[in-house]
């Protein structure tokens, strides 16, 4: 550039002696001789303007093409970002700081029934969602805590309302997110339906902790619950009861209707026992056809009238299996009651069996209290 400005000054210095030496020797062109000095400064200081700011528009072309390729890029991202948002397996949306969703994917209308346009910065999608007014509170404010205090959820599993009617358990990830200038943008959500695994893990404990036939909790299931509600009695001195019943004659009717027609005896007697339990008692097999009722916070009287309700309520029952008529069956109940016997799991039934073994022996159909 140096250099340049080297030349250029030298042809304008060359020029404007060339213009004094012709307008000396031909005085009457020296207006056309200064006109064509004019116009040379001017081509050349264009010509030099030109050659200065050169390499300056190339680097603003340069940058332009990169701007150019940057928004090319960006576009791209946005739509593979998109595609991998709409496309992926699990709900995702966000929330923005006024609890409006801004984003619904395609698994988010598929799991939940309802499409992009009806939920989007439609405040109704949490009633739809959550119908219940306290549980729709606790999940407000979970958001809350996420928005508000930068709380990190993993796993955190909610129950959701489907637009069919249908219930499923949703297992959330989520967390706050900010723009470029710090501003809170919101809150991202991505669940996952569990209905399937969580159905499955529900039943797989149900086969672990009830009887088959009965549907009444398992001998393991049934002692485990004893273990903790004696001790719980034990430590706050209130009542609990146990009837210990035995089906009478139990034998016969598989010897008469055959083994299948015992079963399903057994399975009715079960569902009359559930029918017969308020929900903070429950009933269990002991083992064969000795099965058992645990009534907590019932003393020893209210045991013995709740025992003969329920043996009033079998005898009335006409048993029929199969188009095959097996009659009325009867049942023996042996009572005891914590504290009236103090004692554990074992004693009380030690004590039910002696109770419900004089029932047997004193005539069959009828409750003993253990002594
Ligand atoms: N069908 C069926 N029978 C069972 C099951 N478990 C035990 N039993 C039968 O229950 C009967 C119990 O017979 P017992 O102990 O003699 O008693 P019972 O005939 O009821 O006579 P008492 O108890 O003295 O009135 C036996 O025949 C067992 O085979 C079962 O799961 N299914």
Known sequence: MGGCSLVAGLVFIGMDLLGHYWVLRRPDLAIPISLFKGVGFVCITIL????????????????????????????????????????????????????????????????????????????????????????????????TEILEHDTMVEGFETRIRCKQGEEKIIAWNSRRFFGEDGTLMG???????????????????????????????NRHELMRRMQDDVARAERFQHPLCLLLIDIDHFKQINDRFGHQAGDRVLNRFGALLKEATRHVDYAGRYGGEELVIVLPETDLQEGFEIAERLRNRIESERWSQAGSDI????????????????????????AADLALYRAKNGGRNQVCIAA
């Open 327 to 350: 009659g009325t069956i009867t049942i023996s109940i042996g009572v005891v009651a914590y504290p009236d016997l103090d004692g554990g799991v074992d004693e009380l039934f030690l």
């Open 187 to 217: 809150s991202i959500a991505i669940g996952q339906d569990i209905t399937a695994r969580k159905l499955a893990e529900m039943e797989l404990e149900r086969l672990a902790t009830h009887d088959s036939l009965t549907g009444l909790y």
């Open 48 to 143: 030099l303007l030109y050659w200065v700011l050169r390499p300056w528009k190339k680097d603003l072309q340069a940058s332009q093409l990169r701007d150019s390729h940057q928004r090319q890029q960006l576009r791209e991202l946005d739509q593979f970002r998109e595609l991998v948002i709409d496309n992926a397996m699990v709900w995702i949306n966000v929330l923005d700081p006024q609890w409006r969703i801004t984003l619904w994917n395609k698994a988010a209308e598929q799991i939940s029934g309802y499409r992009r346009d009806e939920v989007l910065d439609n405040p109704a999608i949490w009633e739809w969602l959550y119908p219940d007014p306290d549980y729709r509170a606790s999940i407000g404010a979970k958001v």
